[in-house]
């Protein structure tokens, strides 16, 4: 599958890579917001206040008595543990912490915190304590599992009452002997460090593609709302006349529908691919207000990339940018989904860009309409690759139509740049670099990266570094596919923005994680990654789309 449209968009977010320095992936990541004005657009939702939410003094969400883990399909922790772990022991030489990792902000509204860690040979027992000073106790767990997460009750209380607190987690094992009813050896202390709830939700839903493989026989587009445990099957093939494959993917910004690319080969789709916009209540239909000429636009083969802003989209201004070969040369071009012809210059057009001859990109659009950044080099293929590793990020005006001049937001001598994303509020912009002169497409090297919106200078997210216990590093895990939560939201004089991506950290297959990003007096902080569990896990996950979606009920 050399280029397949669905690889190219799955990958091609996942093709970035770069090679900067290394924040710790223990604490926040800062960057500051020179030359931003962090505007507040469509996308921020009103300021939040927690005194409704912070009890008076102390809440007792976690029980004075500790949680003996009774794992499905394992052996329960010993009603003796408590006292098996009553002394201090080692200061180390216990399990490490895969996640959360240490330094994490989950919002409030996130799955579970689920406690994952490795564990020493022969270690079969393990406490797990969570200290914060909102809370009257310490939540202590037993288990011989290397796996909890969190009662739905607890995080419900703390989610609630210890908003904005260090939460502190300690892990400790133990080389337990039933017989004995004693242990061998231990207890051994590991990892030891703090989380944090932020006073802000994650809005939004996220949709994203399963390639092939891990179990997975044919493409398809599955999701999720924010907090969900579950996935829902979201479009496939089969619904599609003539399609064996779907691919990049977005949401029309009234939620309503999803907007994939086609293709009738399933191992190749990056030259015959087209459009189709289907609804999200009934995967056969399409909106009511496509007409026949964008029917026939949308039919156009070698069509990727495709974006909307919720600025154009309302009746008699439905518009869709996507990237489309004209003369062998890649352009952004626009669509009128109400044409009345499919003529050039009526029903669709080239986008100007006057001042930049290269080839255009995985354009994406500004929520407020008014501009689109994307990547520009020498010759980019299905929309998002740059096979020479040449591109730079460039913004446009959309200008009615009209474009305008274009100018470069970001260039790095030695990385090319690539895959932009505005934020909720249009103040950051998200992207996918790798090594200059290396291929954008799948390449392990890809990690992202953020840059103000009206320019300045880049910075690498810690959320690009995995926990040391997961095995590999980045650059090298294939960190992708940015795109930003639907909404940035203020509170106490911060903004929270959530940022999805994919990685093959851990087992080596791309999964979905979550990247949070707080902006505080013009400098942004960012944080590790939040695994998103609820996914299957040895399925391949890529190219999040974290939109509006209005996901069936089944």
């Given at each position: 599958?050399?280029?397949s449209?669905?690889f190219?968009?799955?990958?091609?977010?996942?093709v970035g890579?770069?090679?900067?320095a290394?924040?710790?992936p223990?604490?926040?990541?800062?960057?500051?917001?020179?030359?931003?004005?962090g505007?507040a657009?469509?996308?921020?939702?009103s300021?939040i206040?927690?005194?409704?939410?912070?009890?008076?003094g102390p809440?007792?969400?976690?029980?004075?008595?500790?949680?003996?883990?009774?794992?499905?399909?394992?052996t329960?922790?010993?009603?003796s543990?408590?006292?098996?772990?009553?002394?201090?022991?080692a200061?180390?030489?216990?399990p490490?912490l895969?996640?959360p990792?240490v330094?994490?902000?989950?919002?409030?509204?996130?799955?579970?915190?689920?406690?994952?860690?490795?564990?020493p040979?022969?270690?079969n027992?393990?406490?797990?304590?969570?200290?914060t000073?909102?809370?009257?106790n310490d939540?202590v767990?037993?288990t011989?599992?290397t796996?909890?997460?969190?009662?739905?009750?607890?995080?419900s209380?703390?989610?609630?009452?210890a908003?904005?607190?260090?939460?502190?987690?300690?892990?400790?094992?133990?080389?337990?002997d039933?017989a004995?009813?004693?242990?061998?050896?231990?207890?051994?202390?590991g990892?030891?460090?703090t989380?944090?709830?932020?006073?802000?939700e994650?809005?939004?839903?996220?949709?994203?593609?399963?390639?092939?493989g891990?179990?997975?026989?044919?493409s398809?587009?599955?999701?999720?709302?924010?907090g969900?445990?579950s996935?829902?099957d979201?479009?496939?093939?089969?619904?599609i006349a003539?399609?064996k494959?779907?691919?990049?993917h977005t949401?029309t910004?009234?939620?309503?529908n999803v907007?994939t690319?086609?293709?009738?080969t399933?191992?190749?789709?990056?030259?015959?691919?087209?459009v189709?916009?289907?609804?999200?209540a009934?995967?056969?239909?399409s909106?009511?207000?496509?007409?026949?000429a964008?029917k026939?636009?949308?039919?156009?083969?070698?069509?990727?990339a495709?974006?909307?802003?919720?600025?154009?989209?309302?009746?008699?201004?439905?518009?869709?940018l996507?990237?489309?070969s004209?003369?062998?040369?890649r352009e952004?071009?626009?669509?009128?989904?109400?044409a009345?012809?499919?003529?050039?210059?009526k029903g669709?057009?080239?986008l100007?860009?006057?001042g930049d001859?290269n080839?255009?990109?995985?354009?994406?659009?500004s929520?407020?309409g008014?501009?689109?950044?994307y990547?520009?080099?020498p010759?980019?293929?299905a929309?998002?690759?740059?096979?020479?590793?040449?591109?730079d990020?460039?913004v446009v005006?959309?200008?009615?139509?009209k474009g305008?001049?274009?100018t470069?937001l970001?260039?790095d001598?030695?990385?090319a740049?690539?895959?932009?994303?505005?934020?909720?509020?249009?103040?950051?912009?998200?992207?996918?670099?790798?090594?200059?002169?290396?291929?954008?497409?799948?390449?392990?090297k890809?990690?992202?990266?953020?840059?103000?919106?009206?320019?300045?200078?880049?910075?690498r997210?810690?959320?690009?570094?995995p926990?040391?216990?997961?095995?590999?590093?980045?650059?090298?895990?294939?960190?992708?596919?940015p795109?930003?939560?639907?909404?940035?939201?203020?509170?106490?004089?911060?903004?929270?923005?959530?940022l999805?991506f994919?990685?093959?950290r851990?087992?080596?297959?791309?999964?979905?994680y979550?990247?949070?990003?707080?902006?505080?007096g013009?400098t942004?902080?960012?944080?590790?990654a939040?695994y998103?569990w609820n996914?299957?896990?040895?399925?391949?996950?890529?190219?999040?789309?974290?939109d509006?979606?209005a996901?069936p009920?089944k």
């Amino acid at each position: 599958m050399r280029s397949s449209f669905l690889f190219v968009a799955l990958f091609l977010g996942g093709v970035g890579g770069w090679a900067a320095a290394c924040s710790s992936p223990e604490g926040g990541g800062d960057l500051s917001l020179t030359g931003s004005d962090g505007g507040a657009g469509d996308g921020t939702s009103s300021e939040i206040s927690l005194e409704d939410t912070a009890p008076a003094g102390p809440a007792d969400d976690f029980p004075a008595s500790p949680i003996l883990d009774a794992p499905s399909g394992g052996t329960a922790a010993p009603k003796s543990a408590p006292s098996l772990f009553a002394a201090a022991g080692a200061a180390s030489g216990g399990p490490c912490l895969a996640e959360p990792q240490v330094g994490s902000l989950f919002p409030r509204n996130f799955l579970r915190p689920r406690f994952r860690f490795m564990a020493p040979t022969g270690h079969n027992l393990f406490e797990i304590r969570l200290h914060t000073e909102a809370e009257k106790n310490d939540l202590v767990v037993y288990t011989t599992a290397t796996t909890f997460v969190l009662p739905t009750e607890i995080w419900s209380g703390i989610s609630a009452h210890a908003i904005d607190k260090p939460i502190t987690m300690t892990v400790r094992s133990g080389a337990y002997d039933a017989a004995t009813d004693k242990l061998t050896s231990g207890p051994f202390t590991g990892t030891t460090g703090t989380f944090t709830i932020a006073p802000a939700e994650a809005t939004g839903t996220i949709v994203y593609w399963v390639a092939p493989g891990g179990g997975t026989a044919l493409s398809q587009l599955k999701g999720f709302t924010v907090g969900d445990e579950s996935v829902k099957d979201v479009l496939d093939p089969s619904k599609i006349a003539g399609s064996k494959c779907v691919g990049c993917h977005t949401s029309t910004p009234d939620g309503k529908n999803v907007a994939t690319s086609s293709s009738d080969t399933p191992a190749d789709g990056s030259g015959p691919a087209w459009v189709e916009i289907r609804s999200l209540a009934d995967p056969t239909a399409s909106p009511s207000f496509l007409s026949a000429a964008a029917k026939t636009l949308l039919q156009r083969r070698d069509q990727h990339a495709l974006a909307f802003s919720k600025a154009h989209w309302a009746a008699g201004d439905h518009v869709m940018l996507s990237a489309l070969s004209i003369a062998g040369k890649r352009e952004i071009v626009w669509t009128d989904l109400e044409a009345t012809s499919a003529d050039q210059g009526k029903g669709w057009d080239v986008l100007p860009r006057t001042g930049d001859a290269n080839a255009a990109g995985g354009a994406a659009w500004s929520h407020d309409g008014t501009k689109i950044v994307y990547f520009s080099a020498p010759a980019i293929g299905a929309g998002l690759i740059d096979s020479a590793g040449q591109s730079d990020l460039f913004v446009v005006p959309y200008g009615d139509k009209k474009g305008g001049a274009a100018t470069q937001l970001y260039k790095d001598a030695a990385t090319a740049s690539f895959y932009p994303q505005f934020s909720a509020d249009d103040a950051l912009v998200a992207f996918t670099r790798v090594p200059r002169g290396e291929s954008t497409y799948n390449n392990p090297k890809a990690e992202i990266m953020l840059v103000p919106a009206a320019g300045g200078t880049a910075t690498r997210i810690i959320a690009n570094d995995p926990s040391s216990c997961v095995g590999g590093a980045s650059p090298g895990i294939t960190n992708s596919w940015p795109k930003w939560s639907p909404a940035a939201t203020p509170s106490g004089g911060k903004t929270y923005y959530w940022l999805t991506f994919s990685s093959t950290r851990g087992a080596g297959n791309p999964q979905l994680y979550v990247a949070p990003i707080v902006v505080s007096g013009g400098t942004v902080t960012s944080y590790p990654a939040l695994y998103l569990w609820n996914q299957p896990a040895a399925e391949h996950n890529h190219t999040p789309a974290w939109d509006v979606f209005a996901l069936p009920v089944k």
